[in-house]
């Protein structure tokens, strides 16, 4: 009897040992995002060491590339989770059905205006504003003053003063496209496409993406263009980068009702990841304050947790009031209709 008990208390002693032991196995994930992904080191650390778990990052491009790579690989994909889809193509990875469903007890924090996507298959993580920055200092010297509607940059005053990321290749270079699609209409008397053509005839200028767009041509960095289509938290993000040489931006927002666009960006579980319970905690992560406020210093958009704060600077990242009105369902069936027509009147 003595020997027996002994024998099934061992027993228990081990079951008890090998479940302790498997609630602590190493777990990973690879979280799937887009070259502007930036968070620090010591906050994925963070999530590493609560949850003995290692987090790769794996960069792959733009949001649209990333999301065509995550659609090729539905059922068997390469990572665990996706970041960066945003309500340029949500409807076209919800109809993909490249997600399984997870609502977070923190999208609670989160204002329904940020709210991507009420199914939750797509949690959001961040927002930001798309459209035009100007350049102060040069605009002072050339005696011009800011432009206060979208028209006024046809004008001969504005003349290859203008560059804009192509929308077939870049995600702001898409936003603004959209934006002045809300801005003039489809099939007004003066609509979008007789406002690109108009630009055309100025002497636009159009990049592949943004880096070459903001950093080649725009004339605070040594180009010729003194606008460019950017974000309304950029000016912030140049105060920052200044490390105090700046006490105010150098640059500054055109900031025109229905002429910039919200951009919200997301993250979603992949179907088919071997790591299921992780891949929830760590969207739990990213919604925390944490991840949350390290968001605005690092990739210069807003957190959508309400709870969390921004860094003295952000108070230079100006809110449009009334963005651009389309929603996710209108772009994505519009979007490859407006992206062709662009194609045709500006690049051909």
């Known amino acids: 009897m003595f020997k027996s008990t002994t024998v099934l208390a061992i027993i228990g002693l081990l079951a008890l040992f090998i479940v302790a032991c498997g609630s602590d196995e190493p777990g990973s994930l690879v979280v799937l995002t887009n070259d502007s992904f930036d968070i620090s080191e010591e906050v994925i650390a963070q999530f590493e060491l609560a949850n003995n778990a290692t987090i790769t990052i794996q960069k792959a491009g733009d949001s649209a590339v990333v999301l065509n790579r995550a ?3 539905k059922g068997n994909p390469s990572g665990d989770l996706l970041y960066g889809v945003d309500n340029t193509f949500l409807s076209r990875a919800l ?50 003053t800011a432009p206060t509607t979208l028209e006024a940059l046809t004008e001969p005053e ?49 990049k592949d993406g943004w880096s070459e767009a903001y950093y080649t041509d725009f004339t605070k960095y040594g180009g010729n263009r003194p606008l460019v289509v950017s974000y309304a938290t950029s000016p912030a993000a ?63 958009v807003y957190p959508v947790n309400s709870e969390a704060q921004t860094p003295d600077f952000f108070k230079f990242a100006e809110v449009p009031t009334l963005p651009a009105d389309i929603d996710s369902d209108t772009i994505d069936a519009k979007r490859d209709e407006w992206i062709d027509a662009w194609t045709k009147v500006v690049v051909r």
């Open 238 to 300: 140049e105060l920052y980068f200044s490390e105090g040489a700046y006490t105010v931006p150098p640059t500054g927002n055109m900031l025109v009702d229905k002429a910039t666009f919200l951009q919200i960006e997301g993250i979603g579980i992949l179907k088919g990841t071997k790591n299921e319970g992780l891949a929830k905690k760590f969207v739990d992560f990213v919604l925390d304050r944490p991840f949350q406020e390290d968001i605005p210093g690092r990739m210069f």
């Open 95 to 144: 109809r993909e059905d490249i997600f399984i469903k997870y609502e977070s007890d923190l999208i609670k924090n989160v204002p329904s205006q940020f709210i991507l996507d009420d199914t939750f298959h797509v949690s959001p993580v961040d927002y930001g504003y798309v459209n035009i920055n100007y350049d102060i200092e040069y605009l002072e010297k050339n005696g011009l």
């Open 158 to 206: 504005w003349k290859g003063k203008l560059v804009v990321e192509n929308p077939a290749t870049s995600t702001p270079g898409l936003a603004f496209l959209i934006a002045t699609v809300s801005y003039f209409g489809e099939d007004d008397d003066y609509d979008y496409l007789d406002f690109w053509t108009d630009l055309k005839a100025n002497d636009l200028a159009v």
């Open 71 to 73: 659609i090729l690989e």
